[in-house]
């Protein structure tokens, strides 16, 4: 990159925060990038399209836009649609973390990262590529059909509430929640902290998350002390 675009860059990128500013509002920098990485906003008639003039949002770019009440928080992104834009892998969505509506159809994706909607807790409506399949599968999933080129997964599952699950997945003294379409986390019940919450006493919030799959969640557990101990050393 040249001196002279690097500028050019650095002079949009204030433009834009000077626009929020005057316009009261205040996107980050990362929700800009997520929004406008494809070409053209959200087409009329698409899922984010119907879902965004159903909730009120407001439409920017590939993104539709929550506005908080409260001016002083950043907007967030509710629905967001990246079809049709030639993307071949996705590696990040966190700037989406709260969206209900995600579009990845018509897009030449091979395959998506297990964790990439992990603790995508709103999302309901997430339409992908029928190659791809719905993440966390069939138990994550009220619903899931596969019209033309396009695969739909509608409804998250709360597998939390799905026979044995709570019993069978999380340690004694911890509740289990949904954490995104395949992923649930063990959280410590009151006064319960340490390894699988054995330990009883006074202690912030411990949670341990894990993937659908049963015998993975004690693989993450020891993951997890590991790396507090690590935290705790240093
Ligand atoms: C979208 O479609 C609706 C009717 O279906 C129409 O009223 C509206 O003007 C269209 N918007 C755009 C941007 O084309
Ligand atoms: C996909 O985008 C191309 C242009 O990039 C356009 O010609 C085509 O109609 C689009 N397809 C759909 C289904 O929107
Ligand atoms: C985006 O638009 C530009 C200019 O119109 C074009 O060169 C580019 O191929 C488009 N990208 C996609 C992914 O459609
Ligand atoms: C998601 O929503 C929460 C609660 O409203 C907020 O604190 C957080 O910043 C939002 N995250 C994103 C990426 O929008
Ligand atoms: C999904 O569930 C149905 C019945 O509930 C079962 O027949 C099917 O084999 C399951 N598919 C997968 C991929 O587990
Ligand atoms: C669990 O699911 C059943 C039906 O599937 C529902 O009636 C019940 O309220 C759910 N319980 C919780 C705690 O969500």
Known sequence: MT?????????V????????FYGGCQLTELQVGLCHRCNG?????????????GSAGLIDGRCC????????DADYIIGLDLSNCSLSHV??????????????????????????????????NLILPANLVCPGGNASWDKMEVKGE????????????QTGHLSL????????????????????????????????GE??????????AGSTVLVSILLWVTQRRKARSI
């Open 3 to 11: 001196a002279g675009s690097s500028q050019q860059n650095a002079a």
């Open 13 to 20: 990128v204030l433009l834009i925060s000077h626009l929020c």
């Open 41 to 53: 906003t959200v087409q009329n008639g698409t899922a984010v399209s119907q879902f965004c003039s």
């Open 65 to 72: 836009l929550q506005r908080k009440e409260n001016t002083r």
């Open 91 to 124: 590696e990040d969505l966190q700037d989406a973390f709260n969206a209900t509506t995600i579009d990845l159809s018509l897009n030449p994706i091979v395959n998506l990262n297990n964790a990439l909607f992990e603790g995508f807790i709103q999302l309901a």
């Open 150 to 161: 396009t695969r739909f997964c509608e409804g998250q599952e709360d597998i939390c509430n």
């Open 169 to 200: 997945n999380c340690p004694e003294n911890s509740l289990c929640a949904p954490y995104g379409p395949g992923f649930f986390q063990c959280s410590c019940v009151d006064d319960f902290y340490g390894y699988k919450c054995l330990r009883e």
């Open 203 to 212: 202690f912030p919030i411990i949670q341990v998350i894990g993937p659908l």
